[in-house]
């Protein structure tokens, strides 16, 4: 069972690590061999931008000069020349030149102006007699272009719907003459809005778009569920006609407004046909259908609504259906679509950071949404009998998430780390929770020790703080785990809890070594903090051996002593010894740290030893504790004189 163990924490621990370890490095090494040809270009586009603007003035110096010999000579003056001047004596002086040319005479090419580019899918703006120019004017335009507009709407809503009631008390219109009359009016409204639309009454329009669809989807609904005109399937597939019917319009006309709408409508379809029955294939089925189609229409819009709503949507009816008719036999086929919806709302995040190389807030939020959920719906329906599936798949969602993190571009100046990171994040968090899904007992705890040494060392080599904060964060836990729950240790130093405490001392000390190696990238404060690791370090290994000591001097009862006594005695024999080690080390290595830890435990040896071990001892057990504490001091002492000594004649 424990090589079992032992093959089980490689498989879980070992392995994510090592793959999120080799992005990171790869990523690292990645970004520095693209640094170099990326300096390389500039010069080269610097010295191409010099050359071209010399040759540019080049240019301009030969076409004035030729435009200068292209110009006529002035013509000779009808009037008479004037007497050549006297005969001087002095040298002759040369004409002066004529003056040069002005730049605004040379004939410039006439500029002609781009034609304005017109965007069809983009409707036109309010229908207004003049331009918004004042906070007044804007509230009057929300108010009479668009809160008018919706309280109209509802006003007709209720005039139709009282006068349909009337006429229908009264059997003016039977059953099937209803439905048409509520499918005609709405197919009707949508000509109507695109008309609308045509004359600049934008809002105007997609509201009554909007209301073509809900008296649609009302007359469909009525036809299969009030009147019985026909079964539940051919309402179903009625409404998705007048779904895909509404995405089609908010496609041509570039609105959003009216794909949230055709949104809505496509999800409270299932809602509106239901039997009550269980349609577990069908349902998820057509949420996916729904959901990819949306997605697609997002995407070629850059819309950033319909993702979340639509994931909303999927969970409610997901878990609404879990909790009403899940069973285990349906275990294989409600996994298979848990997934595929996991794949469906990772997709789009993952292509806009692929993209536009950042994720925004509502994108975000959906990633950890999404992977949360679907982590949720694995742990439902696996814990506890199917350990090791769940195991799989957990480490499967975090190899995902490393293999997306890989996947994205290279960072441009000035963007943001978020998507990688977030990724990155998500990996490293599945690769954490499977070791408690799988592992029990002091397993956990050495898991999250090397895991955590691991990840901090990863940090340190590439540069990576968040992977520093995630190793941090895992030995806190492991230390933590080792304090609160108890090992057990039926026999002395070879047992369960004395290893997982070495395990642990190893990883810090594991640590600080790549620490001391990577010392000059990390800043003072990161310091500080690895040398309170140091002080852990020590700490933890004290604590281990204490705890050994005491059981062990516990279970003596044939030595003729008094356990007790022996038990303290050897727990101010331990403390006295490690701290003479830590003190000799701390002289030898010229490490204040080491020396003030020494000073630290050499005073709760003194206050052990002169006040418990004075009191409660015996004789024989009280001489040996203050001889042996005093002869320590004493060497403490001299090696402390010494060293004084050899900085002073230094």
Aim: charge should be positive; aromatic fraction near 12%.
């Amino acid at each position: 069972m424990e090589l079992l163990g032992v093959l089980a924490v490689i498989l879980i621990i070992i392995t994510p690590i090592l793959a999120i370890s080799a992005f990171v490095r790869v990523q690292g090494l990645a970004d520095q061999l693209r640094g170099v040809p990326l300096d390389k270009l500039v010069d080269r586009l610097s010295a191409f931008e010099r050359h071209l603007s010399a040759l540019q003035k080049s240019l301009s110096q030969k076409e004035f000069d030729r435009f200068r010999e292209s110009q006529p000579a002035p013509a000779p003056s009808s009037s008479a020349p004037p007497p050549p001047p006297p005969p001087s004596t002095t040298a002759a002086v040369p004409p002066s030149p004529p003056p040069p040319l002005s730049l605004t005479e040379i004939p410039k090419p006439r500029e002609v102006s781009p034609p304005p580019q017109v965007n069809i899918f983009v409707a036109p703006p309010l229908h207004s007699s003049r331009p918004k120019s004042s906070s007044s004017l804007d509230l009057e335009t929300l108010i009479g272009g668009r809160w008018f507009n919706r309280i109209g709407i509802v006003a007709i809503i209720g005039a139709v719907t009282y006068f349909l009631k009337y006429a229908f008390d009264n059997n003016w219109i039977g059953p099937s003459g209803r439905v048409a009359i509520g499918m005609l009016l709405g197919a009707a409204m949508l000509p109507w809005s695109h008309w609308l639309l045509q004359r600049g009454y934008s809002y105007f329009s997609e509201g009554i778009a909007g209301l073509g669809a809900a008296v649609m989807y009302l007359s469909v609904w009525a036809g299969c569920q009030f009147y019985k005109l026909y079964s539940q399937d051919v309402g179903f597939y009625a409404m998705i006609v007048v779904t895909v019917g509404m995405a089609a319009v908010a496609l041509g006309r570039n609105s959003e407004r009216i794909a949230v709408l055709s949104l809505v409508g496509g999800f409270l379809t299932p809602v509106l046909v239901s039997t009550g029955k269980d349609q577990q294939v069908v349902l998820f089925t057509y949420l996916l259908i729904l959901g990819a189609g949306l997605l697609f229409l997002e995407f070629r819009r850059d819309w950033r609504t319909l993702t979340p709503v639509s994931f909303v949507f999927s969970q409610i009816y997901f878990w609404g259906w879990y909790s009403e008719f899940y069973r285990p036999g349906k275990l294989e086929r409600t996994l298979m679509f848990a997934t595929l919806f996991l794949v469906l709302y990772a997709a789009l995040p993952v292509l806009r950071a692929a993209r536009f190389f950042e994720l925004k807030e509502l994108d975000s939020l959906v990633v950890l949404a999404n992977s949360a959920l679907y982590f949720a719906a694995l742990y439902a329906m696996l814990w506890p009998q199917y350990r090791w599936p769940l195991t799989l798949l957990v480490l499967a969602l975090s190899g995902a998430h490393v293999v997306v993190a890989r996947l994205l571009p290279p960072l441009k100046p000035g963007e943001s780390p978020l998507a990688r990171l977030l990724f990155a994040g998500l990996a490293l968090t599945f690769a954490t929770l499977a070791i408690p899904i799988r592992l029990d007992g002091k397993w956990i705890t050495l898991a999250f020790s090397v895991e955590g040494a691991i990840l901090i060392w990863t940090g340190l080599c590439s540069k990576a703080a968040f992977l520093r904060g995630a190793g941090f964060l895992l030995l806190a836990l492991a230390a933590i785990r080792l304090l609160i729950f108890p090992l057990p240790a039926p026999v002395f130093l070879f047992n369960e809890r004395f290893f997982a405490y070495a395990i642990l001392v190893a990883s810090l000390g594991a640590v600080l070594y790549a620490a001391r190696e990577n010392a000059e990238s990390m800043g003072q404060d990161e310091l500080q903090l690895f040398s309170g690791f140091a002080v852990a370090l020590n700490v933890f290994a004290v604590i281990a051996l204490s705890l050994e000591l005491w059981d062990y001097f516990g279970r003596q009862s044939g030595l003729g002593i008094d356990s007790r006594l022996a038990q303290h005695l050897s727990l101010s024999l331990l403390w006295t010894a490690y701290a003479s080690v830590l003190i000799a080390l701390g002289i030898q290595s010229v490490s204040a740290l080491l020396r003030w830890q020494a000073l630290a435990l050499f005073g709760f040896v003194v206050v052990k030893v002169f006040i418990y071990d004075s009191s409660f001892l015996e004789r024989f057990y009280r001489i040996v504790s203050f001889f042996i504490l005093g002869l320590v001091l004493l060497i403490v002492s001299f090696l402390y004189q010494r060293k004084v000594a050899r900085e002073r004649s230094s």
